[in-house]
């Protein structure tokens, strides 16, 4: 009902227009908001809008124990939240002067290609979704949802494992895990010709998606495009090959990059890049059991833990792009500084923003989703 | 109010609720239950992800546990949804537009308050730039505590809230009239005292024939002193225009 | 190539003298810099030397010596490897040039320590607020605000008392460790 001291306002005619998208919209993904303005259908520029997710962390983490933020840290990025933890531990073992017994970095590995290939089953399907292909979402979570149970059993939780401890990890491998690991991956390879027909060769996709939202190496180099965006137009760049952590430099893959810059070609990188992940997976499972020793190395008491002083950059290849961690610390129970780099930042705001200028407003949501830009990586 | 809407069904049906009688007329008794039945089968939520317990709402809609075997459907817009889901916590800015989205929703409407967070602020007690409790802003018709809760759980809990519907229990809509001071003087506390909505509450209340003595008092007060005439939102761009550039 | 090039910005920057340079390992590599130098510094490592990816600016708050500490992370794909560049200014007035003309994802991280910290970048393309736009408190991220002084002035706690603990209570039982009495 209109209230009673309602008045009806006259604007000029104009055909331009400005609209509000999100942060309450279908086609966000996330709570995440955008103001753009529209010549008809055209969108001539565009604005994010942040901070529905800000929470603080980076305030949060000065307040907390060293180990009390291993819980904090996955809430920053949901879908993808194993990278957090990892990233963060090698910074405090990198500070500490840890040495991580080589199981536990295989574990740490193989944790990490599962959340690679559960976030990008996440992030096609909700890219199929917005082009109206309900299908293909319901079959990525569904198939996302089997290694959500593989983390289950592995870790004791669903989504936030909190897995990761400075030193190692919490749990030995559970007995038969890596069957029906080996399985799960038989299970999802024989599903890929499946998604390909449905989605990936799938004219209706094919068509939405060519040249919408594309950019050249030179400008997702200049704008700070990390990860499958920036593989998607052509330049071989893997944190995991060029800068390694862990044990990724005794892993045999390949980096899968496609020439053409638009949401069609990071949409294949991912697609190739669910390969390389069972690919690394199945390495994993081949050597694991023949690596014995602890699972982590001693640590002093967590709850009195004055970790050296020092500052240090750590950088892990997450699902979304280059994820890093900047600590300092100045020998307290408590660290000095923490500073989330998530690769989000550059995709949700400039890059989004300048992709979106003259594309169509029904893309919009379009290109949001082939970036796969995750709000709360960058409110954090 | 005009005297037209006096006969309108719905206030005698929130009347006869109010007073406990039943009705005289069989028919209508089965009437009643027939829509409470309907209302409870045929929930449409809001698709709005709030916070990070979102992420466990896509497994529970899809093939794997089938929201919607229930009659639970997402809905793109707040017009026509019944639930509001407040999946997690809840930052500052984005408790406004909550509260906003919820005013607008139609009544009846529910709220489920998902993850530790809506609680008691959960993980974030400490944060500067989330709300806490949020049954203070809000009413809150069922919580689902766990960080974050399953999938199973969320269905539960959303089952729970069907058993209220068809058995009447499910009445915290009619609290924000019957107490809208209370919630706006937790809101203005927050905000800042010019805090409003262009939903009128307090002509929704007389409509809806919820007043009490608790939906008018001092922070409405505050709300008509600060109250400026409704009119069409303004946004402004401040973005340089790229086509000149 | 890309040892050599590595050698030969090792001799560089050992070179200048207000700089103090600090190989940590293959990959990893510390410079301390003046803040009037850094902006010449990082047009070098861009321009001569490939370091054209801005992985991060993080800023540090120094409260006790009065400075802000900015962090500057480049990443260069041809020889793999990472500079820190380290510089300090002045806390107050806090104010600092943008390197938006050199890196242009720093219009992100400048607006974000904007608002986080209340340091202002001079030539920066926008430093509107981004996150905290309905945030009328001091920039949050300053050591000398409190946030949890803030949390309890002004939000309302629930009290959790459940029939189990006043059962324990009633018995002479109850709470004896809280958590503030740790911390």
Known sequence: ?380 | MSNELENIPIRQELEVLQSGQKRTNPLANVFDGLVKFCRSRSMFMLHYCTGCGAIELPPAMTSRFDMERLGIQPMVTPRQADILLITGYVSIKTLKRIILTYEQMGSPKYVIGICSCTVNGGMYWQSYATAKVLRDYLPVDVYIAGCMPRPEAVISGLRELMEDISSGRAESWKKYYQHYDYYLGNQQKLFGEDWQTPTDIIAEARHYDLMTEHTLGEHTALLEKHQKPLEALEMRLSVKDKQKV | ?183
């Open chain 3, 1 to 183: 190539m890309s040892k050599e090039l590595n050698i030969w910005l090792d001799n560089l920057l050992s070179d200048i003298e207000s700089v103090q340079f600090q190989r940590r390992n293959s990959r990893r590599v510390r410079v301390d810099v003046g803040s009037e130098a850094l902006p010449a510094l990082l047009e070098l490592l861009q321009g001569r030397a490939s370091y054209v990816h801005l992985s991060a600016i993080t800023c540090v708050d120094w409260i006790e010596d009065g400075q802000f500490e900015l962090v500057y992370h480049v990443w260069s794909y041809e020889t793999r490897s990472l500079v820190s560049v380290h510089t300090r200014i002045p806390r107050d007035p806090g104010v600092y040039l943008s390197i938006y003309d050199l890196y242009q994802p720093a219009a992100f991280f400048e607006r974000d320590i904007h608002e986080m910290y209340g340091l202002y970048f001079e030539g920066s393309p926008d430093m509107e607020k981004f996150i905290l736009t309905e945030w009328n408190g001091p920039p949050p991220m300053r050591k000398d605000f409190d946030g949890e002084a803030f949390v309890n002035e002004h939000f309302h706690w629930e009290q959790y008392h459940p029939q189990w603990l006043k059962d324990l209570e009633e018995e002479g039982g109850g709470i004896t460790v809280r958590p503030e009495d740790v911390r």
């Open chain 1, 1 to 380: 009902m209109r209230p009673e001291n309602y008045q009806a306002k006259n604007h000029p005619p104009s055909h331009e227009f400005e609209l509000n998208f999100g942060p309450n919209h279908p086609g966000i993904e996330g709570n995440y908001a955008f103001k753009v303005k529209l010549n008809g259908d055209t969108v001539l520029s565009a604005r994010a809008d942040g901070g529905y997710l800000h929470r603080g962390f980076e305030k949060l983490m000065e307040g907390r124990l060293w180990i009390q933020n291993i819980a904090l840290v996955p809430r920053i990025c949901v879908p993808d939240p194993v990278p957090m933890e990892v990233c963060y531990s090698l910074a405090i073992e990198e500070l500490g002067g840890l040495e991580v017994p080589e199981r536990a970095q295989w574990i740490r590995v193989m944790q990490l290609e599962m959340s690679r290939l559960a976030a990008h089953l996440f992030a096609f399907g909700g890219h199929a979704a917005t082009t109206g292909m309900y299908t293909t979402m319901f079959w990525g979570v569904a198939d996302r949802d089997l290694i959500l149970d593989r983390f289950e059993e592995l870790t004791g939780g669903r989504v936030y494992s909190i897995y990761n401890i400075p030193g190692g990890v919490r749990r030995e491998v559970p007995d038969g895990f890596l069957e029906r690991m080996s399985s799960l991956l038989d299970y999802l390879e024989s599903r890929l010709p499946d998604y390909d027909n449905l989605f990936f060769r799938n004219q209706v996709f094919i068509k939405r998606a060519r040249d919408v939202g594309a950019m050249t190496q030179e400008q997702a180099l200049k704008w700070g495009v990390t990860g499958p965006n920036l593989r998607a137009t052509g330049l071989a760049f893997d944190v995991r090959r060029d800068d390694p952590y862990l044990v990724y430099d005794q892993l045999d893959f390949e980096i899968p990059t496609e020439p053409g810059g638009d949401a069609l070609s990071r949409n294949l990188v991912r697609r190739s890049e669910l390969k390389q992940s069972i690919r690394i997976l199945r390495q994993v499972i081949e050597r694991l059991p023949s690596i014995r020793g602890p699972i982590r190395c001693p640590i002093p008491n967590p709850l009195a833990w004055n970790v050296p002083a020092g500052e240090s950059y750590t950088r892990v290849e997450s699902s979304k792009g280059e994820l890093a961690y900047y600590v300092v610390s100045t020998g307290g129970d408590k660290p000095y500084r923490v500073h989330v780099r998530g690769p989000s930042s550059m995709h949700a705001v400039q890059v989004l923003e300048n992709l979106a200028v003259g594309s169509r407003l029904e893309d919009v949501a379009q290109i949001m989703f082939s970036l796969d830009a995750c709000p709360p990586e960058v409110d954090r």
